[in-house]
C-alpha cells in the first residue's frame, strides 16, 4: 500500500437510477415518539445510557439579556433520568471558574458527553469542575480548576479497563497571554481511578485544547491517538507531531512527525495507519502515516465522487456531482469539515464544507460515493437545501427564550449542523452508525452493505423548526435518545 495515490475517477455519465430505500419509505414518515422532556435550560451534551438511567448536562438557568447575541455562563447542572420514563430523577450542581458562551461554535461548556459505570457517572463541565456521583445522585469527589480562555475545547471522557480517561488543563503554558487573552495552558491526558479520584498516571505528552484524541487497537495494544497541530489562529510552536499513547501508563508507544494537516482534524486509525486529514483546495484529501516511521503510506484524493446521488423529483438519480455552496467565504474548499470525518473499519465517511452529502470513501479499493441527504425534517416537509431551511429567530430554550441570537454560518446548521469543532462523535451499533446533525435529524447508516442511498436513512425529532441537537444520541436495545437544547426525547429504534 505504499507510496500508492487514489485519484477521484471524475466525472460519471449522467444517469438516471431510481431506488427503493429505506429512505424514501420510512424515512418520509415521523417516526414513533415514546416520549418528550422539556429540560429545564439549553446545553449539548450527548445523552449516556446506563441501565435504567439517562444522563445529561445543561446549563444553570440563564438571567439578563444577551450581550452580543450570547448568553454568557459558568455554572453546569448534571441530570438523571429514567431512561423509561424520561422523568428527571436527580441533578447535581457543577459550578464552573469561567463564563463562557453559551451554545458557541457548537461547542460550550455543557459539551462533553456524561460517561458512566454500573455504579459510577462522571459529569463534565468545561469551564471547570468535573464531577463523579453515584447513580442515586450522592458526590463522591469532584475536581476543580480555573478555567481558560478560549472555552472551546475538544478533550473528551471514555472510560477503559475501568478508569477514566480525560484531558485537563496542564501546569504549562501553551500561548503566553499577550494583553488580549491570559494564558492558554496545553493539556494533558489523565487516567483517573472513578471510586477514588485519583490520578493512576498524567501522560507526559503535551496536546492542546483541540486534539480531538480517540482510543484504537494497535498491534494488539490499546491506544490513544492524539496530535499537536498549530491551529489558523494559535501558534503552539511544538512542530505537527501524531502520537500513539499507551492506555496502561500514558507513555508515548510511538510519535512521528505529520504532514500538513486541517486543524481541529480526529485523530484516529485507519488500517493500522494513523489517519490524517489534508488541505487540498478544491479537492478532498486524505493521508495515512505509519506511526512506526512517519512515513505517508497512501494518499486518497476525490476530485469528484466516483458516484454522486442526488436527489431530484422524489427520487436518488445518480449523476455527475456539483458542489451546492460556492460562499466567497470557502474560497472553493472542496476538504471535509474537519470535525466530521469518522472511520468505520477500511472506510472514512464525512461531510465536505460545500455539499448537503455524507460522503464515504472506501480506503481498500479507493472508490468514493456521496450521498445527498436532508438537513431538515419537518411534519409534512423534507428539506434538502439552504433556501428552504427553517429555524426560529434565535435559540430558544424549553421556555422558549432566546438564549443565543447567532443560528446559521457557512459551516453551521443550515448545512447538515456540522461546525468545526463539533465534539459529537458518530455511534457504532450492531454495524449501524448513528449520526447526529445540528437540526434535529438523526442519520443512520448501514455499514455492514455497500454505501448508497440504500445505506441510509434518517429520523427526525423536529416538530417546528427549533432543535439544535450538537450531541451524541443514546442507544440501546429498543429506543434511540436525542437531546436538543429544549428536550430529551425517546424514539423506538
Known sequence: MSGFCLQGRGPVMLLVVLFVSRSSTVCGQQPEIIYRTALSEAGQSGVCVQADHLYLTVHATLHGPLNGGFHYNGHVIGQCFDRRSGELQWQVQLPGTYQGKVLESWHDSTSLLPVATDRYVIFHNLNGMLMCCTHAGKPVWKRTWQAPDPDIKNCRMYIEDGQLLVALPSEKIAVPSDGKHPDLPFYQLHCIQIATGEDLWVSPQLITHATQYSPADWKGQRVIAASMIDLTHWKFGSGRRGF??????????????????????????????????????????????????????????????????????????????????????????????????????SRIYFWRYDSGDICCLDTKTGESVFVEVPIQVLPGQTVWNRSEFRFTNGIRNSR????????????????????????????????????????????????????????????????????????????????????????LIRLAR
Open 244 to 345: 500513539l499513547l499507551s492506555v496502561k501508563d500514558g507513555q508515548a508507544i510511538a510519535e512521528f512527525d505529520l504532514p500538513a494537516a486541517i486543524p481541529h482534524q480526529k485523530n484516529q486509525l485507519c488500517n493500522g495507519q494513523f489517519l490524517v486529514t489534508s488541505p487540498a483546495g478544491s479537492r478532498t484529501a486524505f493521508q495515512l502515516v505509519d506511526p512506526l516511521d512517519g512515513s505517508v503510506t497512501a494518499t486518497l484524493s476525490i476530485d469528484r465522487p466516483d458516484r454522486y446521488y442526488a436527489r431530484r423529483e422524489g427520487e436518488w438519480q445518480l449523476t455527475e456531482f456539483v458542489p451546492e455552496y460556492t460562499d466567497k467565504t470557502l474560497r472553493g474548499k472542496g476538504q471535509p469539515t474537519p470535525s466530521t470525518v469518522h472511520v468505520v473499519d
Open 400 to 487: 422558549d427564550e432566546v438564549v443565543n441570537q447567532r443560528v446559521g454560518s457557512v459551516r453551521g446548521i443550515q448545512r447538515g449542523g456540522f461546525g468545526h469543532t463539533n465534539p459529537a462523535w458518530p455511534q457504532l451499533v450492531d454495524g449501524t452508525l448513528f449520526w447526529q446533525g445540528g437540526a434535529g435529524v438523526l442519520y443512520l447508516i448501514d455499514t455492514k452493505q455497500p454505501f448508497g442511498p440504500q445505506a441510509v436513512s434518517w429520523k427526525s425529532i423536529e416538530q417546528q423548526a427549533c432543535s439544535w441537537t450538537f450531541g451524541e444520541p443514546g442507544i440501546d436495545d429498543t429506543s434511540i435518545y436525542v437531546r436538543s437544547q429544549r428536550e
